[in-house]
């Protein structure tokens, strides 16, 4: 599986790389290593229109339900959820 990050997710690529993932970026579309302006939603998904075999990871709800009407493939990941999930984790270790 290739996985395609925008912006909002490059932090996770170390720990996704380690899992010996393929990772792929934004900075494919943007020809350059500078990810501090953003690169517009319809870039991204002609991008993915146009690389059918990569999956979107993103935080972006309305950026993965483009995705999803256009049949692309998509992992939205709800931060707030992740979070939650590793705290009970964390407490659970914790108490053992």
Known sequence: MNLFLDQQSLGLRPYLERLGLKIRDVKEILGHNDTRKGV???N???HLVNE???TLVTKDRKL???CKKQNLN???IDESEVV???VLRRIATLKS
């Open 64 to 66: 993965s339900n483009r």
């Open 40 to 42: 517009p939603d319809d």
């Open 44 to 46: 991204i998904l002609a």
């Open 52 to 54: 059918p075999s990569l």
């Open 84 to 86: 939650a999930t590793e």
């Open 74 to 76: 998509v992992i939205f």
